[in-house]
């Protein structure tokens, strides 16, 4: 599992259970609330009716008088309300009244008058001067529920002489709790949902930060220029990317220097042997015609040197090198011409033909004197390889991104064992009656090629002679 899906996962587990949690909880609270909300109204509305029915109480006019009137009007009553949504069509609020010894005297239903309550917690309280209320369980509408009674005292002289009992079904209340836990769900799935939203965000974004910092490993680990990533949003994978950034500095300039010196000191061997060997020949007392022949080599051998040591600076400069400094629309065929009329001379000498075709509209971004440089290095070789009268067809094409220059020459094909290295610094393969070279210079133009985004590859045609190809991003 990856690291962003472990993350979500986490995530959602935490956000889930603490959510049902929450909603579960406060789901709990919503029903004991309600009926705490219904009990409080309940008291209000018992000792209002106890003040009401006190005089017709007294007067023993409670049954067929006023009260019993008014409150079968008041069950008779349709409110047809609406509240908050639930339809109320019918009061479900019972009355029953009893005297000071407990034996019900008045009941709004009728089902209870003549019965003694004085044991039933409501009237047992009240009659004692205490708050009496109690939660009873009775059919209702064909369901079982419970049902809460709150009481008030009757008083007379100050004496308690009766109690008014108020009762109301919980069921009643039950579509307001339903509307209130489907209310209460929607809303906890939404903030679920939110949560889980957010989660995947973050996730997301963290995940992108880890892997563009693993890219930034694999990039230097294959030896690629790679920039160090920024990551400005967080401030932890902006420390570690600087710290391998550095990391990566260090490791590369001591294994750099290692591999150079090794490369280096391997190269200079040859001509340096070479120099010395004919510096002691011309010591001894030599034949002009020899004396002038030592010294040429000393010179050759020391021009070699030469370029040796310039194209190492320039290749080390150019690893060094991590983004382009000045990138441009750089047109092919310009650079193509001006790389051609630099080798003019050479060409001219072995009437080597040169085809090229070139789009009109073929150009790449980046650094123009680097390109024809890159350019230069591949069509020198190919100029070196290719036999007197030869040919070399240049060719630019493209696809969806790159434009790409073929140059091929008709010149010997390359030995199998060596293609693999022609791209090592200080590799260099030349056949007979070829000067030798650098071995420098298309370790220079892997290099100018990677800083562009782009590839070269050297390889044997299978038509005969070899084949370059430089890819560079198009404009």
Known sequence: MRFSQRIFVGYFLIVALLGWYVVDLIRDEIKPAMRQSAEEIMIDTANLLAELVQPAFRDGKLAHGEVEQAIARYVA????????????????MRVYITDAHGIVRFDSTGSAVGQDYSQWRDVYLTLRGQYGARTSSIEYTKETTTVMYVAA????????????????????????IERAHGKLLRAGL???????????????????????????????????????????????????????GEMRERLEGKAYVEEYVHGLTHELKSPLAGIRGAAELLDDALPDADRQR???????????????VDTLLELARLEARRTLAHAEPAPLYAALDTVLAALAPQLDSKRVAVELTVPDDAAVRGERFLIEQALRNLLQNAADFTPEQGVIAITVTRDDTHWSI?????????????????????????????????GLGLALTRT????????????????????????????
């Open 190 to 244: 939404l903030l679920v949902v939110l949560g889980l939203a957010f989660g995947a965000v973050f996730s997301w974004w963290l995940s992108r930060g880890i892997g563009r910092l693993t890219d930034f490993a694999h990039a230097v680990s294959a030896g690629q220029p790679a920039a160090v990533p920024a990551l400005p949003g967080n401030r932890e994978l902006a420390v570690l990317a600087q710290a391998l």
């Open 406 to 438: 073929r140059i091929h020459n008709n010149g010997p094909a390359i030995p199998d064992y060596a293609l693999p290295r022609l791209f090592e610094r200080f590799y260099s393969e030349r056949p007979a009656g070829v000067a030798k070279g650098t």
């Open 153 to 176: 005292p009757i008083v007379e002289a100050g004496r308690i002489v009766g109690v008014l009992t108020v009762a109301k079904p919980n069921q009643a209340m039950q579509p307001y």
């Open 77 to 92: 009553r349709s409110p047809n309300a609406r509240i908050w949504g639930v339809a109320k069509g019918a009061v479900d």
């Open 448 to 475: 100018i090629a990677e800083l562009h985004g782009g590839t070269v590859d050297v390889v044997n045609a299978a038509t005969g002679g070899v084949c370059a190809e430089l890819r560079l991003p198009a404009c």
């Open 294 to 308: 030592f010294a040429g080599h000393i010179r050759r051998e020391t021009e070699r040197l030469q370029a040796i």
